[in-house]
């Protein structure tokens, strides 16, 4: 939780079942989390690459993929007002995103075809954690742990992919992978040493924005890997 400062803003008071470890309404009275920028890793960069893989007609998936890393929209949001409406903005994308990147690593040898069987185990797992969590418990443990298991199952594929099929891209994976590690090990430092922080930290060491620049720089790298295996499939034998 945030440091208990008594700080108004634009946005009124929170009403979030989450507040990070940042002090409100600092630095403008329209943002109460000023992390909020960090965000824009997780925007501009993503729409750029869904345009870009839409122009070279690329399958429908990889832009998927990008859309779903600009979740970023979402986490400015909430970071911004710290309102419940936006922080499911923030959350629920995540797991959605999350499960796009889960399909394209369970059916990567798969060009312009649809699978079904997957595709419907994960919306069953969309809408589970959905109506249990925003409709039930609204526990944003529950939340944490389900995206986990998904990240879970990516990380895994991922490494099956670069081990047993395609080890020329083990580099681009393991980077991917240690970035996206970092910002989840600052992620945690920042929550459970946040009482203990010293107070008025600086905007460019708040351990959450940085969660947001690794973890968003990690994920873009990781769609990359996706593009670093899908050209393969299209190379013609030599004769």
């Given at each position: 939780?945030?440091?208990?400062?008594?700080?108004?803003?634009?946005?009124?008071?929170?009403?979030?079942?989450?507040?990070?470890?940042?002090?409100?309404?600092?630095?403008?009275?329209?943002?109460?989390?000023?992390?909020?920028?960090?965000?824009?890793?997780?925007?501009?960069?993503?729409?750029?690459?869904?345009?870009?893989?839409?122009?070279?007609?690329?399958?429908?998936?990889?832009?998927?993929?990008?859309?779903?890393?600009?979740?970023?929209?979402?986490?400015?949001?909430?970071?911004?007002?710290?309102?419940?409406?936006?922080?499911?903005?923030?959350?629920?994308?995540?797991?959605?995103?999350?499960?796009?990147?889960?399909?394209?690593?369970e059916c990567f040898k798969q060009e312009n075809?649809?699978?079904?069987?997957?595709?419907?185990?994960?919306?069953?797992?969309?809408?589970?954690?959905?109506?249990?969590?925003?409709?039930?418990?609204?526990?944003?443990?529950?939340?944490?742990?389900?995206?986990?298991?998904?990240?879970?199952?990516?990380?895994?594929?991922?490494?099956?992919?670069?081990?047993?099929?395609?080890?020329?891209?083990?580099?681009?994976?393991?980077?991917?992978?240690?970035?996206?590690?970092?910002?989840?090990?600052?992620w945690n430092i920042d929550n459970i040493f946040?009482?203990?922080?010293?107070?008025?930290?600086?905007?460019?060491?708040?351990?959450?924005?940085?969660?947001?620049?690794?973890?968003?720089?990690?994920?873009?790298?990781?769609?990359?890997?996706?593009?670093?295996?899908?050209?393969?499939?299209?190379?013609?034998?030599?004769?």
């Amino acid at each position: 939780m945030a440091p208990s400062i008594d700080r108004q803003g634009y946005w009124g008071r929170p009403t979030s079942t989450l507040e990070w470890c940042e002090e409100n309404y600092v630095v403008s009275f329209y943002i109460a989390e000023f992390n909020t920028v960090s965000n824009l890793i997780m925007i501009l960069p993503p729409l750029y690459g869904a345009v870009q893989t839409f122009r070279d007609g690329l399958e429908f998936r990889y832009i998927c993929s990008f859309l779903g890393l600009s979740v970023g929209v979402g986490s400015w949001c909430f970071h911004m007002t710290l309102l419940y409406e936006m922080q499911l903005l923030d959350e629920l994308p995540m797991i959605y995103s999350t499960c796009v990147f889960v399909y394209c690593y369970e059916c990567f040898k798969q060009e312009n075809g649809i699978s079904v069987f997957p595709i419907v185990l994960l919306v069953i797992f969309s809408v589970s954690v959905t109506l249990q969590v925003y409709l039930q418990w609204k526990e944003p443990v529950f939340h944490q742990v389900m995206y986990a298991a998904l990240v879970a199952c990516l990380v895994l594929r991922s490494i099956f992919i670069v081990t047993r099929v395609y080890p020329w891209l083990r580099g681009l994976c393991y980077t991917s992978l240690g970035i996206f590690l970092l910002g989840f090990l600052l992620w945690n430092i920042d929550n459970i040493f946040c009482d203990s922080l010293p107070p008025g930290v600086g905007v460019a060491t708040q351990f959450h924005a940085w969660w947001h620049i690794f973890t968003g720089l990690g994920s873009y790298l990781h769609i990359l890997l996706v593009f670093g295996v899908w050209p393969t499939l299209h190379i013609e034998p030599q004769k």
